[in-house]
């Protein structure tokens, strides 16, 4: 059985300049990234993890390589079609959630089919409820986020994620932000929505959030420095387990 | 659902979610719409009032005075003063001039049966009344028979039936002007401020001859007032002035005139620049409100809009355009200055009413200065509402998430 490639790269290279000095962030990355794949990407601060995750997710270009999303090559794509690719086929979730303010968690779940222009949506209202449910936030639909505690948060933020049915899901230090009791419920809500079929990229620098992945790229210097499938991946149990050793 | 509908729905949750932010940013537009609003009317109005008054003075006036000059910080007297034979002349000669009136002024103490109070006393002859277009209310004017008689008769103003009558009918009563008895016949018509803010039915009028030879006991006069036949013949009137008094002076023709004729229309002419000095100076006050204002706006507006580029930020990673920022920007930017803009008109026009009800000086509310005060902070609210939004729509995602 061959599994569909969601991500393909060739030789992807960043380049940042700043003035005179060029900074090489990342270096022919080859990479390839299957349907149902379960990705933590690691890294120490400066070795490209967030570069590499913003060009897949479309929100930078890379300066030469190629990128194929989907069978479909955007690093040609312009600003608007980018809008689109990422609307689409990516969800984002983000270390500091950010969710609108003041406003409800089911009014923020639905923002990215207001961005839709496919049509296909049509009742907001459900999709949007329904991915709540999915994230276990049936009962908080109508809170606004400055009421919920951030693991919620980081719950609407992956709702909103899920909302349109994306090709892939990437996070960015999804549990930055989170103590380890909500970090361990968030990385087992990946681990529950990748059962499910979905494809995630999550970039984490605390190794026990990363075993819950499938697989572990291991970054440095804009180099992928190992690539290997986790075998001994951690659970909610185990990691509960473990969190008590440790305190 | 079409992309504008869903736009314009997420403008308006997010002014609805931030209640305050919205209130603020209105605020600023309200403020300076009514500023502007009442400056510019107030100075509309004070220009338009004073040329009212001054007009209504009729344009055909002439006031006749002894040259004076101004030495050493007073006025000093230069020619003859003038008297009964000039006007005399004056009356038997003149073509141009129909109307004449001598005048003589007096400050005195005026008693009557509910109060007293110090006035100034017109001593004129019956055609006063025409030349100055003065009107009664109540009872008549005086006629030249009474002049002739030296008939201890008055008409007084409304501010002197006030202090002195109470509000009542003063015709037939008896008022005491420097101890001596006058039977008022008339009542002025009210006339309200005058152009130098002085009380114009503050006024008492008896016959000249009356004042002299009861009050006064000279024989001077402080002015000949007269009206020129049409305003066209004002000129001719002046002329003709001239030459009679310079005759009845026997000034010689090397001789400088002792007298000097000020005409209706050479008040006007000046009074008209020192309005529109008056109207430079409130534009400029009207300006600065407007600058202030739109400074305000610009300000609510920048602060709000950079305080939301982490938004805009991530609208953009979850897939908006360039242009759904821009558009939901632009309908929030429109709304808060459209309804901030129509929120300062009308409390402009309650200013202006609310000053009228304060001093009695009423403001035209000008529908240029709602046009002027609208229209540039509502420029000024879109302008800067839109442009930041645009900086920030442009900006890469990334920058914009980063954004602190």
Not at chain 2, 37 to 52: F, L
Not at chain 2, 224 to 241: G, H, L, V
């Amino acid at each position: 059985m061959t599994l569909k490639k969601v991500i393909e790269t060739k030789k992807l290279s960043r380049i940042f300049k700043n003035g005179d000095i060029e900074v090489q962030a990342l270096t022919d990355i080859d990479l390839v990234i299957e349907e149902g794949e379960f990705v933590a990407i690691m890294g120490a601060s400066g070795s490209g993890k967030s570069t590499l995750l913003h060009i897949i997710g479309c929100l930078d270009r890379p300066t030469s390589g190629a990128y194929d999303l989907g069978g479909i090559r955007v690093n040609t794509l312009n600003k608007n079609e980018l809008a689109d690719i990422r609307n689409q086929k990516i969800g984002f979730i983000f270390q500091s959630y950010n969710l609108l303010s003041r406003t409800t968690a089911l009014e923020n779940v639905e923002l990215p089919l207001v961005y839709d222009r496919t049509g296909k949506f049509s009742n907001y209202e459900k999709l949007a409820k329904k991915a709540l449910e999915q994230v276990g936030l049936a009962d908080r639909i109508y809170h606004k986020t400055n009421e919920l505690s951030g693991g919620q948060q980081q719950r609407v933020a992956i709702a909103r994620a899920l909302v349109n049915n994306p090709a892939l899901i990437l996070a960015d230090e999804p549990t930055g932000n989170l103590d380890s009791k909500n970090s361990i419920d968030i990385a087992d809500l990946f681990v529950r929505l990748n059962n499910e079929g979905k494809t995630i990229i999550i970039i984490t620098h605390e190794e026990e959030i990363a075993k819950f992945a499938k697989r572990m790229i291991y970054l440095r210097d804009g180099r992928i420095l190992t690539d290997e499938i986790i075998k001994n991946r951690s659970t909610k149990e185990s990691a509960l387990k473990e969190l008590e050793i440790t305190t | 659902m079409t992309q504008f509908f869903k736009l314009f729905k997420v403008a308006f949750q997010a002014i609805n979610k931030n209640r305050s932010r919205s209130l603020l940013t209105m605020l600023g537009i309200i403020i300076g719409v009514a500023a502007v609003i009442m400056t510019i009317s107030a100075g509309e109005g004070a220009s338009k009032q004073v040329r009212d008054q001054i007009s209504g003075l009729g344009s055909n006036l002439m006031m006749i005075r002894t040259k004076t000059e101004h030495r050493a910080g007073v006025n000093v007297r230069m020619g003859r003063p003038l008297d009964k034979h000039d006007y005399e002349i004056l009356k038997k000669n003149a073509v141009w001039m129909p109307q004449l009136s001598p005048l003589v002024a007096l400050g005195a103490q005026v008693i009557g049966p509910d109060g007293n109070k110090s006035s100034t006393i017109y001593g004129v002859s019956s055609a006063y009344f025409n030349i100055l277009n003065r009107d009664i209310v109540l009872g008549k004017t005086f006629t030249d028979e009474d002049v002739k008689t030296a008939n201890k008769i008055c008409v007084i103003g409304e501010t002197i039936r006030e202090e002195l009558f109470s509000g009542r009918d003063p015709v037939g009563s008896q008022i005491r002007i420097n101890k001596v008895p006058f039977t008022v016949i008339g009542l002025l018509t009210a006339q309200g401020q005058g152009v130098m803010g002085q009380d114009q039915d503050d006024i008492i009028i008896a016959p000249y001859t009356t004042i002299q030879n009861r009050l006064y006991g000279g024989t001077e006069y402080n002015m000949i007032m007269a009206s020129a036949t049409s305003e066209n013949a004002i000129d001719d009137a002046k002329f003709e002035a001239t030459i009679l008094l310079r005759e009845a002076h026997k000034l010689l023709p090397d001789q400088d005139d002792d007298f000097d004729i000020t005409t209706q229309l050479e008040i006007q002419e000046v009074s008209g620049s020192v309005m529109n000095i008056l109207t430079i100076l409130l534009g400029a006050i009207g300006s600065i409100s407007l600058i202030v204002g739109g400074v305000g706006i610009m300000n609510i507006m920048l602060v709000s809009v950079t305080e939301r580029t982490r938004e805009i930020g991530t609208r953009l990673a979850i897939g908006a355009r360039e242009s759904d920022i821009l558009t939901q920007f632009l309908i929030e930017a429109i709304s808060l200055s459209l309804v901030g803009g129509i929120i300062g008109i009308i409390l402009g026009i309650l200013g202006n009413q609310l000053v009228y009800k304060l001093t009695n000086f009423i403001i035209p509310t000008s529908v240029s200065s709602i046009l002027i005060g609208f229209g540039f902070s509502v420029f000024v609210g879109v302008a800067f509402g839109y442009f930041p939004a645009r900086k920030a729509a442009k900006l890469n995602p990334i920058d914009a998430l980063r954004y602190e």
